[in-house]
């Protein structure tokens, strides 16, 4: 968990909602992982140790996310414009991260 909360703080957007370029995976897997004032996180903030953050714009289909779709019937959607996944625990974002090999783009 530690290499996502590292790649989170250095990945950290300037402005107050500005946008994190997509985590990539070392499997090729992509997905946004935003933390501001105006995204499903937990606490509410660009800086500060989350417990939870608002997933989007996945590359491929992940199960382990489909229980945090905001919309259910749409949780297979993927990339620009697809689901999105409020509020999903930090521990279960740095599992998948670790299943699809670990973060490449460092």
């Known amino acids: 968990m530690n ?6 703080v250095d990945s ?3 402005a107050k909602w500005g946008i994190r370029r997509p985590l990539i995976c070392c499997d090729g897997f992509q997905m946004s992982i935003q933390t501001s004032a ?7 903030g660009v800086l500060g140790a989350w417990t ?18 905001e919309t259910p019937a749409e949780w297979t959607k993927l990339a620009a414009g697809g689901a999105v996944y409020p509020y999903v625990p930090i ?9 699809h090999g670990g973060i490449k783009n460092r």
């Open 3 to 8: 290499e996502l909360v590292e790649w989170l």
């Open 52 to 69: 939870h953050v608002e997933i989007g714009s996945i590359s491929i289909i992940e199960p382990l996310l489909w229980r945090y779709a």
């Open 12 to 14: 950290n957007p300037i």
């Open 38 to 44: 105006l995204h499903y996180c937990a606490p509410q």
């Open 91 to 99: 521990e279960l974002v740095a599992a998948i991260v670790e299943l």
